[in-house]
């Protein structure tokens, strides 16, 4: 167990739908980072939350949209979902002298 | 910011065979390297990394190797078994010396035959 909580674990939606998914990191983490993971694919960094404030961002769509609240939790908002959106959506966490730790992952399906 | 560019995207070996993971990095500020295993609709794993002050690093059967000259580092296995069968990525941070934001490579998928 890698001690960062995803939730849920599975999802299935509509296309034109919005969904949230949620992680807490690691304790002591303040540092929180999505990826997405298409079918066959490798991890596209998304975005990255430190305390609370946007950190960096990576090839994050403008339909989605991220926060990190004071308990240290992260929310990933996916909206006007579009097929091609259904993914395996990783949170990690890792300090500054720790190395990332990944969720359990979100597999999302659009249909 | 960073690129990273990995090799082979399969590899099949025998049991008991070594095998060899590529990755070349473009950032020459970017001073860790880790690697990860995934095994099929889980998540990524690190099982090893190795920062810029050192050239290799053991663990077991797996060992990684790093050319900052060069900018590429090599994952190693020994005497593979078939629960090493599995997809390997390897990465590299973003925007220089920072741990956290790491840039994977594509993958390698590695199958160990019995």
Redesign the interface.
Known sequence: DSGVTQTPKHLITATGQRVTLRCSPRSGDLSVYWYQQSLDQGLQFLIQYYNGEERAKGNILERFSAQQFPDLHSELNLSSLELGDSALYFCASGGQNSPLHFGNGTRLTVT | GENVEQHPSTLSVQEGDSAVIKCTYSDSASNYF?W?KQELG?????II?IRSNVGEKKDQRIAVTLNKTAKHFSLHITETQPEDSAVY?CAAP??GGS?????????TKLSVKP
Request: aromatic residues 20%; hydrophobic residues 25%; proline residues 10%.
């Open positions: 880790p990860y889980k998540r990524p794993q690190l990394d990525f973003n925007y741990q956290g934001n790491l840039i994977f490579g594509k993958g």
